[in-house]
């Protein structure tokens, strides 16, 4: 009996080479198992992977932390080896990085989903607000159907019309209707200060060399 056990203590003080597992062989993540960046299960009230890449950059580098954040629970590169795509039960090796280019190819949908989520400077709401008044100009000028200075005034003050940036109308002293916004440069940075967004407006504005 002795001797049986210290034939097992001999195994287990010896030292085995045990050579590393095939990335194939990897088992990977668990696939009922949400990685970062995957929608969420519906019902959770958690905010879709798109609000969170629509601040990200359009360019090379933030399009790739899109197809990390989108599909990065389903693929991997390991270093010298490749590209491996999980299948649901392994990791397949993708030798012609086709499955992988599927995916990336996918990623210029999920922009423009990311659109609804994009959050307007008050440089971008400033160039709406400009746009819906070009609008509604132009709109009276084919009202009008005339340069005369009246005729065009009077087509303004009926203008009443619905744009994709919302409706537009005009008030009797001629001023457009809506919710326009007053931008101010401050220590060469632009900021809405109208209507108010926390940043306090410099009044009198001093000259422009000492902006």
Do not use: C
């Not at 009077?154 to 209707?177: E, R, W």
């Not at 440069?185 to 108010?196: E, F, M, R, T």
């Amino acid at each position: 009996m002795t001797a049986g056990v210290e034939e097992v203590r001999t195994i287990m003080g010896t030292p085995e080479d045990v050579a590393p597992m095939a990335p194939e062989d990897h088992p990977g993540p668990r696939p009922d198992t949400a990685a970062p960046g995957a929608p969420p299960p519906d019902g959770t009230g958690a905010a879709p992977p798109e609000k969170a890449a629509a601040g990200l950059p359009l360019n090379d580098v933030g399009n790739g932390r899109r197809f990390a954040a989108y599909f990065g629970q389903d693929v991997i590169s390991v270093p010298r080896v490749g590209w491996f795509v999980w299948t649901g039960q392994v990791w397949a090796k993708d030798d012609d990085e086709l499955a992988v280019r599927r995916l990336g190819q996918k990623v210029s949908a999920r922009i423009v989903a990311e659109a609804a989520h994009v959050e307007l400077s008050a440089a971008q709401r400033a160039g709406i607000a400009e746009a819906r008044a070009t609008i509604a100009e132009l709109g009276a000028l084919a009202t009008a159907g005339s340069l005369d200075r009246e005729k065009v005034r009077a087509a303004i003050a009926a203008t009443d019309l619905d744009t994709v940036y919302g409706k537009v109308t005009f008030l009797d002293n001629g001023q457009i209707k809506g919710n326009s916004v007053v931008l101010q440069i401050i220590d060469g940075k632009i900021y809405q200060v109208y209507p108010s967004m926390g940043t306090t407006p410099v009044n009198p504005v001093p000259p422009w060399n000492k902006r």
